[in-house]
Nanobody, 122 residues
Framework: QVQLAESGGGLVQAGGSLRLSCAAS????????TGWFRQAPGKEREFVAA???????MYADSVKGRFTISRDNAKNTVYLQMNSLKPEDTAVYYC????????????????WGQGTQVTVSS
């Protein structure tokens, strides 16, 4: 069982930066892949980035070059550094975990956090 808690959301102006954190419980977190997803009002949850247990990384095209995902297994934490933020990045951001390999499909993740709001003003 893995429990996830996101933090770091907030209100930022366009062009600004935020760093989200996903803190996980469980001693075997290093064996898990973690994904970041986001959901804007009236829209489906969409993939943002993911990092596997081996630290292979994937990004959605919409965030490539602006967002960076990383993990610190000693702290059981995965980060999402978000730079050059745009108003269209406004959403609730969720982290999710599954064993080993990452995927962009939210249905394939077993554990989810409660989300953190990111609002980018123009």
């Amino acid at each position: 069982q893995v429990q996830l808690a996101e933090s770091g959301g907030g209100l930022v102006q366009a062009g600004g930066s935020l760093r989200l954190s996903c803190a996980a419980s469980g001693r075997t977190f290093s064996r898990y892949a973690t994904g970041w997803f986001r959901q804007a009002p009236g829209k489906e949850r969409e993939f943002v980035a993911a990092i596997s247990w081996s630290s292979s990384i994937m990004y959605a095209d919409s965030v490539k070059g602006r967002f960076t995902i990383s993990r610190d297994n000693a702290k059981n934490t995965v980060y999402l550094q978000m730079n050059s933020l745009k108003p269209e990045d406004t959403a609730v951001y969720y982290c999710a975990a599954r064993v080993k390999w990452s995927t962009s499909r939210p249905s394939e993740y077993d554990y989810w956090g409660q989300g953190t709001q990111v609002t980018v003003s123009s």
